[in-house]
């Protein structure tokens, strides 16, 4: 029996519950022989079960000190990744087909971790994650309401999310000071026409500056007064940033592009 000390900065909150790795796995659809990411497979409760689908399976696990362990389980039947997700050559690890991505994610690496998958959204058929539940509602939040944000805007630019149910803390080991969930990612099929993504997403960031102040007042930091009075006669500037959809952010940029391409 190998000892193992759990590491509170590597997110080492393991699941105990094999019926939420099941739905996790359900949700997932995973098929045989289908191309599938775990990242973070701590003692492998989940990475059993993925293998129980038969899929080609690819784990990502940071802490040395779990190799000896995973490897005694599943020797072969894995392709044992011993790096840093993050840092991780993905260029170089992702296969022709399409990659579906499975974990219980560390949460401290949620932020970049997502980042990188949008990076990379082409090449990933489905993704299923477990984060901070918290988080989860800011992904899936509704226009005006006060999870709604960037994150909101860019992940469901991005993808089709859907939040599949919440997990307890004390459903892990060691239980961890805040509940979690599970969501899917699906790469949108058609996103809106945007040239300049850069900049649309510089004028969204602009926007949620200071989450209180009034559109108007977020964006004087790109538009000069005239521009922004004569933005005021399509948009009500008096608006805050939270209030605005994803289809409206299209129609500002394109409005504000159009005044900045007169300028020039
Ligand atoms: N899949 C297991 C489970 O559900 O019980 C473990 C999940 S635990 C929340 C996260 C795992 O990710 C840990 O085993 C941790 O060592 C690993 N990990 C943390 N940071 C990582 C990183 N940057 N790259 C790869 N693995 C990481």
Redesign the pocket.
Known sequence: MIMFKH?KK???????DKNI?RKIVKIADIKPDDYVW??????????EELLNRNCNLTT????EK?YPILEDKFSNKINL?K??????NWKKLLPNEKVKIV???????TSP?LFKVVKFSEHFSKIVI?IQKEVAQRIKAKVGSKDYGILTLKMQYYFDVSYEFTVKSHL?YPKPKVDSAVISLIPREEKPAIEDEKFFWSIVETSFRSRRKMLRNNLKEILNAEQIEELSDDFDLSKRGETFSEREFVNLYNRIRSLVENIK
Request: net charge negative; proline share 2%; charged share 20%.
């Open positions: 590491k590597l997110g080492q909150h393991f699941l105990k790795v775990e990242i973070g497979s701590g003692k492998g409760i989940l990475t990502f696990e940071i802490d779990l990744i790096e840093d997700v993050l840092k991780a974990a219980n994610l560390p949460f401290q690496i971790f477990m892990f």
